[in-house]
């Protein structure tokens, strides 16, 4: 058991530019969440992917995001046309199928500045 | 509107005291309950989970749950320096596909500050 991977660790980019962030959730997680963490805030959700099925959008996920989960595996987050409220850090999650009271583990993180 | 509320803190505390840190949530039908640490420029921990009213222990943490009151509380005993961190309150969202959906909901942390 590896954890929750994420990549990259950092993102410096330019306003406008596009950006995607990898995750690598534990091996036979099939459920693999995206939040996003601003200064002083809790992560608030923005996608769950059961399998390869994306499940749920938040409404915070305007349509310059865009995630995907092929196959059921890694999943990827892309930002398009960044702006600078995108700033912030980009958290993945993993679990099995959840019992009660059953919490999951976040990965590292990918922390993106965009200027 | 579901909401979790932390008070921001900062609350500080002296070594070997304890810590209170306290949460209210806004939806009666929330089951789980999680605590999570989390250290400037990481990412949150998962430290303490309760589903059942009463306490929880686990060494020097003690969860708290009150369904009746919508609170949940986490005690952190012995208060080490080691223990200075953002401390989040998060619930799932029943409503969110029910339970197997796994939704978290986060209050905005209370900072913790253990000074020697």
């Known amino acids: 058991d590896t954890g929750v991977s994420q990549d990259p660790r950092h993102k410096i980019t330019k306003r406008g530019q596009n950006v995607t962030f990898r995750c690598d959730p534990i091996?036979?997680?099939?459920?693999l969440y995206w939040y996003r963490q601003t200064l002083g805030q809790g992560p608030e959700f923005l996608t769950y992917?059961?399998?390869?099925?994306?499940?749920?959008k938040s409404r915070l996920l305007s349509d310059r995001f865009s995630a995907e989960r092929p196959k059921g595996s890694f999943s990827t987050l892309e930002i398009q046309r960044t702006e600078q409220g995108d700033s912030a850090m980009y958290l993945c999650?993993?679990?099995?199928?959840?019992?009660?009271?059953?919490?999951?583990?976040f990965g590292s993180g990918t922390r993106l500045t965009v200027v | 509107q579901k909401e979790v509320e932390q008070n921001s803190g900062p609350l500080s505390v002296p070594e070997g005291a304890i810590a209170s840190l306290n949460c209210t949530y806004s939806?009666?039908?929330?089951?789980?309950f999680f605590w999570y640490r989390q250290y400037s420029g990481k990412s949150p921990e998962l430290i303490m989970s309760?589903?059942?009213?009463g306490d929880k222990e686990d060494g020097r943490f003690t969860a708290q749950l009150n369904k009746a009151s919508q609170y949940v509380s986490l005690l952190i005993r012995d208060s080490q320096p080691s223990d200075s961190a953002t401390y989040l309150c998060?619930?799932?969202?029943?409503?969110?596909?029910?339970?197997?959906?796994?939704?978290?909901?986060f209050g905005q942390g209370t900072i913790l500050t253990v000074h020697p």
């Open positions: 998060a619930v799932i969202d029943p409503n969110a596909g029910g339970t197997s959906y796994g939704k978290l909901t």
């Open positions: 939806d009666r039908g929330s089951q789980s």
């Open positions: 309760i589903y059942s009213n």
């Open positions: 999650a993993s679990r099995r199928k959840p019992r009660v009271g059953y919490g999951y583990t």
């Open positions: 992917f059961q399998n390869e099925a994306q499940l749920e």
């Open positions: 091996s036979e997680h099939n459920r």
